[in-house]
């Protein structure tokens, strides 16, 4: 029996359609629509390998926000079984973001944002 294993974050990608222009820091624009995928290229590769009859399972780190319910729900409309690292009861990648905003990127949906 084939199977294959792997290991890394499963995210949630936002596309955003029909907008003017990528708004400022703190700024809000309006875009025509939206759509929830689940992301990332090892889970993408697990659904494609899960797809062709390979059983697939994934290692990644999920949360109880409402993004990782959504790749969670993902996962198992695809046929990947999971097994979840994450522990705590923030979004898994929230570190991740306040680093890359610390080294001065911009992010776009920025679900890392506080004021203080």
């Not at 889970?43 to 109880?64: D, K, M, W, Y």
């Not at 990947?80 to 929230?94: C, E, F, H, I, K």
Request: contains cysteine; charged residues 20%.
């Amino acid at each position: 029996m084939s199977f294959v294993v792997g290991a890394g974050f499963a995210n949630c990608d936002i596309l955003y359609s029909g907008v003017p222009r990528l708004p400022g820091e703190g700024e809000e624009i309006f875009s025509e629509g939206l759509q929830l995928l689940l992301g990332g290229g090892m889970p993408a590769s697990l659904v494609n390998l899960s797809r062709l009859g390979v059983e697939s399972h994934i290692i990644t780190f999920l949360g109880q926000d409402y993004f990782s319910q959504f790749v969670e729900g993902q996962l198992r409309r695809y046929g990947v079984s999971y097994d979840n690292l994450y522990t705590g009861q923030d979004m898994p990648v929230m570190d991740t973001y306040r680093r890359l905003k610390e080294d001065g990127c911009k992010l776009v949906f920025d679900v890392g944002w506080e004021d203080d």
